[in-house]
């Protein structure tokens, strides 16, 4: 099992782009979140999503997009990259909170993201 | 207010050295977890421990023992015998109910540095 796949591990971007960081999971995780790591403040919610077609803003969700049109998938969209979203970003999948070993969160590697 | 806590933001010990690692909650509900993850240099984040609110048994496992204690609302990290491999930055999680989603908040981390 590949487990969660983040995708780029790095990238430089202008201010003012856009991308998108992809992120699939492979244990049919039905929960997917999306994190950003900033140096001392620990990780903070991005976005999440209970299930295909279902998603909700997390703490700091300001500057992003996401989707989630398969159990697989769960990209993350930057629009209109600003230094602020300068990050560690890290994908995450669980099962649901009703299950055994439920709520473990399967960490990917994680993108670093340079907005200059 | 943070709803988790982790008073020590560095720590820094000589190999064998006994450390424990403080993590302070906030919550209203009755029902929430408890987690501990390990960031190693390498960036990946690693599940280490999960705790119910309804189990406040001590765990140890190895080298590692975990205190939940309700009473004072915290959930402390004890590496026995410290070695240069635990050195890494180590977050403490909370998962409480969301409209019965339960999506973790961290803690800001605490970094370990273990010298030989």
């Known amino acids: 099992n590949a487990g969660v796949t983040q995708t780029p591990k790095f990238r430089i971007l202008k201010i003012g782009q856009s991308m998108t960081l992809q992120c699939t999971q492979d244990?049919?995780?039905?929960?997917m979140y999306w994190y950003r790591q900033d140096p001392g403040m620990g990780l903070k919610l991005i976005y999440y999503?209970?299930?295909?077609?279902?998603?909700d803003k997390g703490e700091v969700p300001n500057g992003y997009n996401v989707s989630r049109s398969t159990t697989e998938d769960f990209p993350l969209r930057l629009e209109l990259a600003a230094p602020s979203q300068t990050s560690v970003y890290f994908c995450?999948?669980?099962?649901?909170?009703?299950?055994?070993?439920?709520?473990?969160?399967?960490f990917g590697a994680g993108s670093r993201l340079t907005v200059l | 207010a943070q709803k988790v806590t982790q008073a020590q933001t560095e720590i820094s010990v000589v190999e064998k050295e006994d450390v424990t690692l403080d993590c302070v909650y906030e919550t209203r509900d009755t029902t929430y977890y408890l987690f501990w993850y390990k960031q190693p240099p390498s960036g990946e984040l690693v599940f280490l421990i999960r705790r119910n609110s309804f189990d406040e048994q001590n765990e140890i496992s190895g080298r590692y023992s975990w205190n939940f204690q309700k009473s004072t609302s915290s959930f402390n990290f004890t590496i026995t015998a410290s070695q240069v491999v635990d050195s890494a930055v180590y977050f403490c999680?909370?998962?409480?109910?969301?409209?019965?989603?339960?999506?973790?908040?961290f803690g800001r981390g605490t970094s370990l540095i273990v010298h030989p």
């Open positions: 244990m049919n995780h039905n929960y």
């Open positions: 999503s209970v299930g295909a077609g279902i998603t």
């Open positions: 995450a999948s669980s099962y649901s909170w009703s299950l055994s070993g439920a709520n473990v969160l399967t």
């Open positions: 999680a909370l998962s409480e109910a969301q409209g019965g989603s339960y999506i973790p908040t």
